[in-house]
């Protein structure tokens, strides 16, 4: 997708360059084919991180990267194949999947996957009509259930993770330690996802202008 200045303008230093604010988002494909798995994979984002400092000429500032969805996080660490395996089997026996979802756990149950009662709260109804469903019909009510996921593990999980990172930029590049890697963590999944990233500081004059 293409980038979006939010502002920009000349800082009248030729030490400090163009202020630069620019978002993108970043489409992430999935991993595999067919229908989400409710698995946890993991995506190193660091080469479009890096190529969206490139594409807007930061200089120092930092970088923004923010999970789009309510069950992807975005952490810093060491991208290594084994540590993936790990951190999937770790994280399934903090939050194990419900006895009813796809990779059902016996005895684990969770409220929010009780979909023939939801939705449960006012602000629940809203927000389904807010997103085109309008569940005041009996039969869209229905059609909405049967495409709820039964992933209230993976809510669990993304919280514990986090949503966000931000990353210092310096003299155009991120400020990582030697094995530090920028990573969306999907936790049901695999499926195509959205990331954002905001570039944010001061950048080489009239760079891609």
Not at 5 to 11: K, T, V
Request: net charge negative.
């Amino acid at each position: 997708s293409t980038p979006t200045a939010a502002a920009s303008g000349g800082s009248g230093s030729g030490s400090v360059g163009q202020q630069i604010c620019v978002y993108k988002k970043v489409i992430i494909p999935s991993s595999s084919e067919g229908p989400p798995r409710q698995d946890i994979t993991v995506e190193d984002l660091t080469p479009r991180v890096n190529a969206l400092i490139k594409e807007t000429g930061l200089t120092n500032g930092c970088i923004n990267v923010i999970s789009c969805h309510t069950t992807t996080a975005i952490t810093i660490n060491e991208w290594e194949s084994r540590l993936v395996t790990d951190v999937r089997e770790w994280l399934l026996k903090l939050a194990p999947p419900d006895e009813r979802s796809s990779v059902p756990m016996a005895g684990v149950r969770y409220n929010h996957n009780d979909i023939d009662r939801r939705p449960g709260s006012d602000d629940e109804r809203e927000r389904c009509i807010q997103n085109g469903w309008d569940i005041t019909d009996p039969d869209e009510l229905q059609r909405w259930r049967d495409q709820e996921p039964i992933n209230a593990h993976s809510h669990l999980i993304s919280m514990l993770l986090g949503s966000s990172e931000s990353i210092p930029v310096v003299d155009g590049k991120m400020v990582l330690g030697q094995w530090q890697s920028v990573m969306m963590v999907d936790v049901d999944g695999p499926r195509e996802r959205n990331v954002g990233m905001q570039a944010m500081g001061f950048g080489l004059v009239g760079h891609g202008r």
